[in-house]
T-cell receptor
Framework: AQSVTQLDSHVSVSEGTPVLLRCNYS??????LFWYVQHPNKGLQLLLKYTSAATLVKGINGFEAEFKKSETSFHLTKPSAHMSDAAEYFC????????????FGPGTSLSVIP | DGGITQSPKYLFRKEGQNVTLSCEQNLNHDAMYWYRQDPGQGLRLIYY???????QKGDIAEGYSVSREKKESFPLTVTSAQKNPTAFYLC??????????????????FGDGTRLSIL
């Protein structure tokens, strides 16, 4: 069975400092992994995806994530936080055993302090 | 511009009343999904459909119903049987890639949601 854990429910950073949002997954087979961002009262927007190509994935708005199979992790990073990055972030996993569904993590709320 | 449109943005339900949330997409996607989001929680799947005239229950289908008569439309009805309907409802769509092993999950595109409250 597949599952996803987001290790921090809330992260707070100062503007201009690095962002690290942690995600660990459980999957029996080769997973597809995604990061989405949600601003208040909005839908989710895809930041980036991993589907068994390069392990370092670059996304929109300067975000990137690295797939580490040995650690079953897919952490999201950004070198320098911007005020507009304040939002909820969801790590999502799907694999070959569950073609018809994806599993969403509980989310990490990112605050950016001016 | 292609996208997903959910309406209304805010909806109120009275006791014993059924209400229907609209979801329309012009992305030509085969698959559509309905999720429920409660404060501080992730998304939970209510129903999904990978093809017209077919849909499947998700993890929390009780008290909800859907139809998929057209590729572009996937309305969700919250029935009176759903005793705790207050939540943020999100509709999504995605392309479907079929292979010998089944369906390949592709990124989902989301609407801006409908917030449902009880009067």
């Amino acid at each position: 069975a597949q599952s996803v854990t987001q290790l921090d429910s809330h992260v707070s950073v100062s503007e201009g400092t690095p962002v690290l949002l942690r995600c660990n997954y459980s999957s029996s087979y080769s997973p597809s992994l995604f990061w989405y961002v949600q601003h208040p009262n909005k839908g989710l927007q895809l930041l980036l995806k991993y589907t068994s190509a390069a392990t370092l994935v670059k996304g929109i708005n300067g975000f990137e994530a690295e797939f580490k199979k040995s650690e079953t992790s897919f952490h999201l990073t950004k070198p320098s936080a911007h005020m507009s990055d304040a939002a909820e972030y969801f790590c999502v996993v799907s694999d070959e055993t569950s073609y018809d569904k994806v599993i969403f993590g509980p989310g990490t709320s990112l605050s950016v302090i001016p | 511009d292609g996208g997903i449109t959910q309406s209304p943005k805010y909806l109120f339900r009275k006791e014993g009343q059924n209400v229907t949330l609209s979801c329309e997409q012009n992305l030509n996607h085969d698959a559509m999904y309905w999720y429920r989001q409660d404060p501080g929680q992730g998304l939970r799947l209510i129903y999904y459909s990978q093809i017209v005239n077919d849909f499947q229950k998700g993890d929390i289908a009780e008290g909800y119903s859907v139809s998929r008569e057209k590729k572009e439309s996937f309305p969700l009805t919250v029935t009176s049987a759903q005793k705790n309907p207050t939540a943020f409802y999100l509709c999504a769509s995605s392309i479907v890639i079929w292979s010998l092993r089944g369906v390949n999950n592709q990124p989902q595109h989301f609407g801006d949601g409908t917030r449902l409250s009880i009067l």
